[in-house]
């Protein structure tokens, strides 16, 4: 018997995405992911909800799904129904809510439900990377609608639909981020809702509404979600807690009718999500999610205003934004000549973190030249100092800004 | 347009499992399922420990996968080093671990990184549920390997890699729970893991080791896990604290050697596992995993000689299994002419769930007659009951116990 190391090269499939780098720790400037405010992280509340709810009712802790079953713990889940019908004008029981590991479960389980390799889905063409990935390794072709300052052109994407019926291709569904859509900060009217939902059922295809981010509205205010706006049950909505409480927390949720939701469940294997983290969340959300969210996007305002002042005076004019409506990202133009995929590199050795356009677009060239700043994280004067560094870089890389 | 229901069904792709029904509430007498007792669950520790790590840490809870990176909670990593070393035998280090949420999640990313449709495995005849009904999902064809009351049957484990072997096949890998067998209670011997390993090292097999009900042997003393044992690295191992603290908390692992786990790492999306069930776990493992275990274990044991008793009692000679190493399930034998598929529900009808064993068996004329109980979750009272209402439905339908 050899002494070497075993070879498992010739064991793994064809088809895996590439190995993973060792981790090699946090970077400066991180302008990346969604991670949060954590002076705006209710601790205090959470410590004390945590406390509670495990002294009443941490004994369930030893039964799989607590006694709530396997769409996730009920007083969550009730909490959801209040908040879906104040905030989104979304009627819906607790029976039409699973309690998901993350959106990011939510959107593998109804990908599961709909998608087979060879499908195709339409998709707002400057979208979210963990959603565009995910269709990647599916082997499923996004169609990218392109967006203005109101979200999805409906008119394009009427045109792609009746395209694609010409071609025999039904999608299996219309996925949109409609309010404080990612990357661009974009909220679709009441009137394009209503005409998206008119295309649905017209061509039979459903639309898949991924709300994460809108809690997170400046206004405060909100338009009903697709999913209440539909009349014949074609939406399945999805949303998270990520955003307004803590991404470490992995807690998302899926609301969809039941023909729908007993298949996305019986995908569901994993033995439930995490219990403490709903119980913490549900004891927390019921007593402080309406006062909690408006201090955190006070706070999220200002970090974005530092972002923009800071790229005004960095970049100038060769950083070209729209203000977003909400949110925790902005998407950045920079002129033709900067390729953000090669940007990327130079950033990160000089210490900041950057998400290039390519990888937040299905039409990488639309996505060349632009890039993604999450603000949410860094405090205001690492946002200052980042991009102040970020300009030197691409002084140097792109003689931009001159 | 239609004011017809949306209909789903042809977006619906082929080889969907069923749809899931309503769940319908707890069963009075449930031995089915890994739930745990919760008067072992070690409320105040994990009470104390929730408070003190967020105190400490909270903030963290605002970043993806905290300070720590995608591999999970690095203070539980250090923990896992720790008792992997003192309990298991296994040298580690903190970056060889994934925390991933529950074991089964660990079982899909394993899956993830060996498996294609047409692979084939090598199994325990009997064996777990959920590693069974993995298998079926992904279209692998499973070889079991019948075991007796020292795990699997090496000679056949060697017979049947001789004759895939001959036929052109190499499994993808040899899959036993060695310590603690699940259903069957068995512990695998050292001479026979030493075989196995000669034979995964001949085959070019890796040995894939669920290591899930380790922590609960009567004995306290275990055998060193074959990942230990191993000279070549050809040994992918999984745990869980699922059965040692609460199986609500939905926190596995793996250890796996680089070439595997960044392999493994970059099919895991999910944005971290639950941080705040890590860090509760990792607080409490540190101080108190020692000395709640065996407390546990002498509760766990006092059930299930309840449970045996309960058996004699009310199935006499008719019920015949061997007395467990370990674990919170016992695998029962009914005469021939039982069919635990067909007492299932009549069972359920009186207020008793149960395993059938063809669920817990890759030979269903072998699980035919089997059954598999848990005792973990009922009380004693519960137990005498449930075992003596299973006795009266199983006279009524099979004339068994006469």
Known sequence: MSSASFDFAPLLPAGLPPPAARWSGRVKHDFTG?????????????????????????????????NSGPQ????????????????????????????????????DLVNGTLLARGDTVVIEEDCYQGSINRLTRLGVTP????????????????????????????????????????????ILPVERRQEMLRL????????????????????????PALYAMSKRGGVIHIGSFSKSIAPALRVGYIVAPWDVMSRTLALKTDGGSGALEQMVLAEYCARH???????????????????????KEH???????DDPKGGIFLWVKLPDGVDTMKLYEPALAAGVAINPGP??????????????????????????GGVAALAEVCRREFGVPA
Chains 1, 2 share one sequence.
Not at 79 to 106: E, M, N, Y
Not at 299 to 308: C, F, I, N, Q, S
């Open 143 to 186: 169609v990218g609608i392109p967006l203005d300052r109101d979200g999805m052109r409906i008119e394009v994407l009427s045109t792609a639909l009746d395209d694609l019926k010409r071609k025999g291709i039904r999608p299996k569904y219309i996925y949109t981020i409609p309010t404080v859509q990612n990357p661009t900060g974009t």
């Open 72 to 107: 996730g713990y009920r007083a969550l889940r009730e909490f959801l129904v209040a908040k879906l019908r104040s905030d989104a004008g979304i009627a819906c029981t607790a029976d039409d809510i699973l309690i998901t590991s993350g959106s990011l479960q939510a959107l």
């Open 200 to 223: 649905s059922a017209a061509h039979g295809v459903p639309i898949f509404e991924d709300d994460c981010y809108a809690d997170l509205i400046w206004s405060g205010e909100r338009p």
């Open 34 to 66: 969604g991670n949060n405010d954590a002076d705006r992280l209710p601790l205090e509340g959470l410590i004390a909800a945590a406390d509670a709810v495990l002294r009443r009712e941490g004994r369930t802790l030893s039964t799989y799904g607590l």
């Open 359 to 384: 990888q937040w677009s299905v039409n990488k060239d639309h996505g060349r030249s632009r890039l993604r700043l999450c603000f949410a994280s860094p405090s205001h004067e690492e946002i200052q």
């Open 315 to 321: 970049f100038g004019a060769a950083a070209q934004f």
């Open 289 to 311: 999610f309406s006062t909690h969210v408006p201090a955190l996007r006070r706070g999220l305002r200002a970090k974005l205003e530092t972002l923009m002042e800071s790229l």
